[in-house]
């Protein structure tokens, strides 16, 4: 009985303990929520859903002075940036179109993201180019260089911790308005 009740407990906790980790696309119904209740974007502790390879061809002299990964391929030296999912971002721009996030400490490591459809309420913010290529690749500005969007990854979203949306309680009501009594 005491054993049962332990395997009880313990499943107890590790679903309520599993449900508060879980993350949600952000999309425009939070983002429209959390300005109701007067969160700031640059408040929130954002992620990306999928992994995100940024690639550039480097000169020779800025080898030695670029972090990542560097690469000599078919004699030219290659420097790629890894943003494995599930990275912690914070926002350090918005406004009505865009968000721009951070995953990196530095002030110009940043990548923008929009909300790209017209779905209304459920349109989530991915990451955004000025111009996608044929094959889904991208060019994209980070950290004042071009990289190239390797693994057609012109999708990757921005999500939040459902949590943090479920504690937002927001109350309406509608006026019904009082008539003057003769």
Known sequence: MKTKTLLLAAAVAS?????????????????????????????????????????????????????????FLKGKTIEFLTLPAQTPGVC????????????????????????????????VYQLYSDGWEVDNAAKILYNGKE???QENKRDVKLMIKKDVYDKIKIKKRKMKGVKVRS
Request: overall charge positive; some cysteine; aromatic content about 8%.
């Open 15 to 71: 679903i309520f303990m599993t449900s508060c980790a879980k993350k949600v696309l952000f999309n425009n119904q939070i983002r429209e929520t959390l300005e109701v209740a007067n969160i700031p974007l640059e408040g929130i502790q954002f992620y990306n859903d999928k992994k995100l390879v940024l690639r550039r061809e480097l000169k020779m002299g800025d080898a030695a002075l670029e972090s990542g990964t560097v690469k």
């Open 92 to 123: 350090r721009a918005a406004d009505k179109e865009k968000l721009i996030i951070a995953f990196d400490r530095g002030r110009r490591e940043v990548l923008e993201f929009r909300n790209l459809s017209n779905n209304g309420k459920e349109s």
């Open 147 to 149: 990289y190239s969007i």
